[in-house]
């Protein structure tokens, strides 16, 4: 069965700083794209960032340019997001998933999704 599992939210000052990270299992991680998506209220879940592939090739979403980084570490089956320079409109849900990567799709930016697996998500608050 497999598992995702976010931890890092809070809430920071407009310019603080977080880091999240997902822990997973339970899935062959070579077929998959691992990253991160937020759900702000009342806007579609979109993607933040994904490690599409062994080698750490990623794909930030403009939002996240400059401001964030991901990481990871396939030994320890982790994947982080360092977020900078945090703005209110970072608010969200953030969320850990995996895409598959044969069929690579929301980890790049495209609407449809084939992800296969999601955590339960952490809440990131960024007031002024």
């Known amino acids: 069965e497999a598992h995702l599992v976010e931890s890092g939210g809070g809430s920071v000052q407009v310019g603080g700083s977080l880091r999240l990270s997902c822990v997973f299992s339970?899935?062959?991680?070579?077929?998959?794209?691992v990253g991160w998506f937020r759900q702000a209220p009342g806007k579609e879940r979109e993607v933040v960032s994904c490690?599409?592939?062994?080698?750490?090739?990623?794909y930030y979403a403009e939002p996240a340019k400059d401001r964030f980084s991901i990481s990871y570490n396939w030994h320890k089956k982790t994947v982080d997001l360092q977020m900078n320079g945090l703005r209110p409109d970072d608010t969200a849900v953030y969320y850990c998933?995996?895409?598959?990567?044969?069929?690579?799709?929301?980890?790049?930016?495209?609407?449809?999704?084939?992800?296969?697996?999601w955590g339960q998500g952490t809440q990131v608050t960024v007031s002024s």
């Open positions: 490690v599409l592939n062994n080698d750490g090739n990623s």
């Open positions: 339970g899935f062959a991680f070579d077929d998959f794209a």
């Open positions: 998933a995996a895409e598959l990567r044969s069929k690579i799709s929301a980890c790049v930016g495209n609407p449809a999704d084939n992800i296969f697996y």
